[in-house]
T-cell receptor
Framework: EAGVAQSPRYKIIEKRQSVAFWCNPI?????LYWYQQILGQGPKLLIQ????????DSQLPKDRFSAERLKGVDSTLKIQPAKLEDSAVYLC????????????FGSGTRLTVV | KQEVTQIPAALSVPEGENLVLNCSFT??????LQWFRQDPGKGLTSLLL?????REQTSGRLNASLDKSSGRSTLYIAASQPGDSATYLC???????????FGKGTSLLVTP
């Protein structure tokens, strides 16, 4: 089966600019997650979708981050305006159902804010 | 909020050694657990998934166990190889519908 697709692979922007990341999960996976991984840290959950509904966005900085999952398939994560501390790898993962099915991660998008 | 601690933070061993990586959770109410491998600049590759009804999983030279009473998990790597060099992350969920919480990882270097 095809894996989780993410694009772009790398992105460099100046602070206060906007940026968007795209994720296409494995076909049939109802649950989609966006994680932020700062260098030297473990991934931190930003938002969890179940189909096209939000299950958990408690750690999403809503003043600058937004995410959507139209039609319950692919998803976009946007940052506007970006700050230096947003430099990180943004990982998308999907799961068939709950965590008992395991997660599959994409390769991630490495964002550098200068 | 569930906090995950991984010990040691870094480990260097000569090729051929057996080794154990440790993971502990502040809330011992762990529903299930997944171990991942991360190579530099790459995404996460799933190694082992211990489902809610399980206590142990094995794949090749890897064995992971979960003690729910103590909220601790170990990843055992037998006969380590230089290709095993990577960061190993453990992640646990408190319930089926909850997302995984990750530790910071153990950086492993296996020298020839």
């Amino acid at each position: 089966e095809a894996g989780v697709a993410q694009s772009p692979r790398y992105k460099i922007i100046e602070k206060r600019q906007s940026v968007a990341f795209w994720c296409n999960p494995i076909s049939g996976h109802a649950t989609l997650y966006w994680y932020q991984q700062i260098l030297g840290q473990g991934p931190k959950l930003l938002i969890q979708f179940q189909n096209n509904g939000v299950v958990d966005d408690s750690q999403l900085p809503k003043d600058r981050f937004s995410a959507e999952r139209l039609k319950g398939v692919d998803s976009t994560l946007k940052i506007q305006p970006a700050k230096l501390e947003d430099s990180a790898v943004y990982l998308c993962a999907s799961s068939f159902g709950g965590s008992d099915y395991g997660y599959t991660f994409g390769s991630g998008t490495r964002l550098t804010v200068v | 909020k569930q906090e995950v601690t991984q010990i040691p933070a870094a480990l260097s061993v000569p090729e051929g050694e057996n080794l154990v990586l440790n993971c502990s959770f502040t809330d011992s109410a762990i529903y299930n657990l997944q171990w991942f491998r991360q190579d530099p600049g790459k995404g996460l590759t799933s190694l082992l998934l211990i489902q809610s009804s399980q206590r142990e999983q094995t794949s090749g030279r890897l064995n992971a166990s979960l003690d729910k009473s103590s909220g601790r998990s170990t990843l055992y790597i037998a006969a380590s190889q230089p290709g095993d060099s990577a960061t190993y992350l453990c992640a646990g969920s408190s319930n089926s519908g909850y997302a995984l919480n990750f530790g910071k990882g153990t950086s492993l270097l296996v020298t020839p």
